[in-house]
């Protein structure tokens, strides 16, 4: 990787709304029929061979093959950043060693795919949940079950940032809430609709839930009564498809098919800005007026705040990357990819942000020169995850190809 340019002050408030756009060809071609569709016949994921992209590079270090379908999902210990937890298509999740893919665990017993899998904040338990709704935990240390429950279908699950603590969110659009082992249990009511997505805030007091209906919630996690509901003309005016939180709670920014994401004061329940691409599809266009089609061509998939400068970034279906001044919302740098983006991350002490793309690469930007820094190759099909180690020396990805890879990353310290 190339050493960026120097900047020792990042100049957030000249007066251009976009310093630049940078198209890209993707990988030359874009993910095409790889993009995740269900079969007609069997509702499998479409990762037959003979639909896969054509590797042309590998630059991966591992490649964990232990999976038999699609990889759908995966996750680092917290405490080492040694481990990883995938879980997929093939209702498997296994734990195992970045260093050589030796699998320390096998969590096995579950009847769908499973689509979350990772670890709690001091490494020591695993949690698995599956489409269908089951929910294991494993003790990551004596390889054992310790708890499970089965909720209905579910969309996710995630821990609390401090305690063995579970939130997740269903189809029928209740949340539910436990202590691991003990099962305490509180739920928290919906409104018919699926929970699409959610997240603990940083106080532990909170969780912010968004809905398909377009509205969010921030749940008092105590009382189990929403404090706030975004409704009505400040709601998305489609599905919630992501959700983060700044590192400080003090901040929500929500992402939806309709294409913009939302700046949300969680304390107030008040949106305190839209961050939309003017030129996105549907910019001043009514959604009552375009076709399904039409409406559903382009969503916003990942959205994510910088810790170390106030910007935030947004992922769209369509390939774009807008990168935000928070303060002023304004738009600082758009990339164009030719790959619809499915995920991103933020480094956590600087300004490089990861990309994830439907045509099997992660890519490195920085969000300060608006320049592509490297890319990683190797997936045959789509990434559908991705996480960064804490040093940033790290990525692993998950893909349709039936794998996941390790990249080492090298580059001089910034």
Request: with cysteine.
């Given at each position: 990787?190339?050493?960026?340019?120097?900047?020792?002050?990042?100049?957030?408030?000249?007066?251009?709304?976009?310093?630049?756009?940078?198209?890209?060809?993707?990988?030359?071609?874009?993910?095409?029929?790889?993009?995740?569709?269900?079969?007609?016949?069997?509702?499998?994921?479409?990762?037959?061979?003979?639909?896969?992209?054509?590797?042309?590079?590998?630059?991966?270090?591992?490649?964990?093959?232990?999976?038999?379908?699609?990889?759908?999902?995966?996750?680092?210990?917290?405490?080492?950043?040694?481990?990883?937890?995938?879980?997929?298509?093939?209702?498997?999740?296994?734990?195992?060693?970045?260093?050589?893919?030796?699998?320390?665990?096998?969590?096995?017993?579950?009847?769908?795919?499973?689509?979350?899998?990772?670890?709690?904040?001091?490494?020591?338990?695993?949690?698995?949940?599956?489409?269908?709704?089951?929910?294991?935990?494993?003790?990551?240390?004596?390889?054992?079950?310790?708890?499970?429950?089965?909720?209905?279908?579910?969309?996710?699950?995630?821990?609390?940032?401090?305690?063995?603590?579970?939130?997740?969110?269903?189809?029928?659009?209740?949340?539910?809430?436990?202590?691991?082992?003990?099962?305490?249990?509180?739920?928290?009511?919906?409104?018919?609709?699926?929970?699409?997505?959610?997240?603990?805030?940083?106080?532990?007091?909170?969780?912010?839930?968004?809905?398909?209906?377009?509205?969010?919630?921030?749940?008092?996690?105590?009382?189990?009564?929403?404090?706030?509901?975004?409704?009505?003309?400040?709601?998305?005016?489609?599905?919630?498809?992501?959700?983060?939180?700044?590192?400080?709670?003090?901040?929500?920014?929500?992402?939806?098919?309709?294409?913009?994401?939302?700046?949300?004061?969680?304390?107030?329940?008040?949106?305190?800005?839209?961050?939309?691409?003017?030129?996105?599809?549907?910019?001043?266009?009514?959604?009552?007026?375009?076709?399904?089609?039409?409406?559903?061509?382009?969503?916003?998939?990942?959205?994510?705040?910088?810790?170390?400068?106030?910007?935030?970034?947004?992922?769209?279906?369509?390939?774009?990357?807008?990168?935000?001044?928070?303060?002023?919302?304004?738009?600082?740098?758009?990339?164009?990819?030719?790959?619809?983006?499915?995920?991103?991350?933020?480094?956590?002490?600087?300004?490089?942000?990861?990309?994830?793309?439907?045509?099997?690469?992660?890519?490195?930007?920085?969000?300060?020169?608006?320049?592509?820094?490297?890319?990683?190759c190797g997936h045959a099909a789509e990434i559908l995850d991705f996480v960064v180690n804490k040093e940033a020396s790290v990525i692993v990805s998950a893909s349709g190809d039936r794998t996941a890879k390790v990249f080492c990353l090298q580059r001089?310290?910034?």
């Open positions: 990787m190339t050493e960026p340019e120097s900047s020792p002050q990042l100049d957030l408030h000249e007066g251009e709304e976009i310093v630049e756009v940078i198209e890209l060809s993707g990988n030359e071609e874009a993910a095409g029929d790889a993009t995740g569709e269900v079969g007609e016949d069997e509702g499998q994921w479409e990762t037959e061979d003979e639909e896969c992209m054509e590797v042309v590079q590998d630059d991966s270090d591992l490649t964990f093959t232990r999976h038999t379908k699609a990889v759908f999902c995966l996750s680092l210990d917290h405490k080492t950043n040694t481990l990883a937890v995938s879980g997929g298509e093939d209702d498997m999740a296994y734990v195992w060693r970045l260093s050589d893919g030796d699998v320390l665990l096998e969590c096995a017993g579950h009847n769908d795919s499973v689509i979350s899998a990772s670890f709690s904040h001091d490494s020591t338990l695993v949690v698995t949940g599956d489409m269908s709704g089951l929910i294991k935990v494993w003790d990551v240390e004596s390889k054992v079950q310790i708890w499970s429950f089965e909720v209905g279908d579910m969309q996710w699950v995630e821990w609390h940032p401090c305690a063995h603590v579970l939130l997740a969110g269903t189809d029928e659009g209740s949340c539910w809430m436990w202590k691991v082992p003990s099962g305490e249990c509180k739920t928290f009511p919906g409104t018919g609709c699926p929970a699409t997505c959610g997240k603990f805030l940083a106080d532990g007091k909170r969780a912010v839930v968004g809905y398909e209906d377009g509205t969010m919630r921030v749940w008092d996690l105590k009382h189990g009564s929403p404090l706030h509901v975004v409704k009505g003309q400040d709601s998305h005016q489609g599905p919630l498809t992501c959700i983060t939180a700044n590192d400080s709670g003090s901040l929500v920014l929500t992402g939806s098919v309709d294409c913009t994401a939302k700046l949300i004061n969680p304390l107030t329940g008040k949106v305190v800005g839209v961050l939309s691409d003017p030129k996105s599809i549907n910019d001043h266009v009514e959604k009552e007026q375009m076709d399904e089609a039409e409406a559903n061509s382009n969503s916003v998939e990942s959205v994510g705040f910088c810790n170390a400068f106030p910007l935030a970034a947004v992922g769209y279906l369509d390939g774009t990357i807008g990168i935000w001044d928070v303060p002023s919302q304004t738009l600082r740098h758009k990339w164009q990819l030719q790959a619809g983006i499915v995920q991103l991350v933020w480094e956590e002490h600087s300004a490089i942000v990861y990309t994830g793309s439907l045509d099997g690469v992660v890519r490195v930007w920085d969000a300060r020169t608006g320049r592509m820094e490297s890319e990683c001089p310290d910034r």
